[in-house]
């Protein structure tokens, strides 16, 4: 065999070996065969629907990329939304869709602590996020997320967050909230029906007779 041989029967000895090959291939889009079968779910689903961004999302990689880890978040796919974080830590824009209540990614993260995730939506300014994210917070006694929340949104929180953090006892959450954002406690909860309030702000009639401003008697 010739030295001007080698490099052809190399590239030939990975490209007739199925294994080496099928690892090669997997990787061409920067991300594991787990998480590119992820992408591939949810780029047929957008393919399928009706939704108006349709075309504007499957033809920008960062926004498909936003996309996927916004309906990560909403799944409750902790485990597949921390690797697509691993993977790509970079290269992300918001989906234009408004009018879904996914692009509220932060208020599900919020709600169910995930504080990494929620951190990172914030910085990649991925998703929207209300009164909701904090109220929901406090109501969990989650300070740490609280205090995220408060230091790096603006949104704040409403009267619910100072009501359900005492209804369940959350005393170190409450005392944060009245040294920090008294001016919450004027602020009706959301009344979008997307925000639906929360279940024991609906049942304690007690709670919401203090919601004058929002008109509630």
Not at 48 to 66: C, E, F, N, T, W
Not at 130 to 154: C, F, I, P, W
């Amino acid at each position: 065999m010739t030295t001007s041989n080698v490099p052809s029967s190399a590239a030939m000895a990975v490209l007739t070996n199925a294994p080496l090959m099928g690892l090669a291939m997997a990787y061409q889009d920067g991300v594991t065969p787990e998480l590119a079968k992820v992408f591939a779910m949810y780029r047929r689903r957008m393919q399928l629907s009706l939704v108006p961004q349709k075309k504007q999302i499957l033809g920008d990689v960062a926004m498909m990329r936003g996309h996927v880890l916004l309906k990560l978040v909403e799944k409750g796919d902790v485990v597949m939304a921390r690797e697509l974080q691993r993977q790509r830590p970079a290269g992300y824009t918001r989906p234009p869709r408004t009018e879904s209540s996914y692009i509220y990614g932060l208020n599900t993260a919020a709600a169910r602590g995930q504080l990494d995730i929620v951190r990172f939506l914030h910085e990649h300014d991925l998703a929207k996020c209300s009164t909701k994210a904090m109220d929901d917070a406090a109501a969990n006694g989650d300070l740490a997320m609280v205090q995220y929340l408060h230091e790096h949104r603006r949104e704040g929180c409403s009267l619910a967050g100072f009501i359900l953090a005492e209804k369940h006892g959350h005393r170190e959450v409450l005392d944060y909230l009245i040294a920090h954002r008294p001016q919450d406690q004027n602020k009706c909860p959301p009344a979008d029906p997307q925000f639906v309030l929360h279940p024991l702000l609906t049942s304690a009639t007690d709670a919401l007779a203090t919601l004058p401003a929002c008109g509630v008697q």
